[in-house]
């Protein structure tokens, strides 16, 4: 996936977070990225937009599956839990 922010963009895009859901890589201009826990050399790759460059190598490997504790904390249902302050969710909210 292609992902590019505006330079006055702060903190994660929705498409950066779409592609920890999908495991997928992603081509971010994006630098900060790198603080984050998902971030992966191997999946991400930050692209300089004054020299657009891609190594072929990084889009012919396979991407790195993340852990599911890794993966879970930027899902729709974390982040859903997250803005209604629920911090032990009933059975009925478990993931399935």
Known sequence: MLDLPHPQQT???MRAIETVGAGR???TTAGDIRGYDFYRPENI???NGANPRIDPTFLRTPSI???PDV???YSLRAWALDVLGVTAPPNFLRAV
């Open 11 to 13: 903190g994660l895009t």
């Open 25 to 27: 890589k992603l081509i």
């Open 45 to 47: 790759h930050i692209l």
């Open 65 to 67: 599956p993340l852990p």
């Open 71 to 73: 993966q879970e904390r």
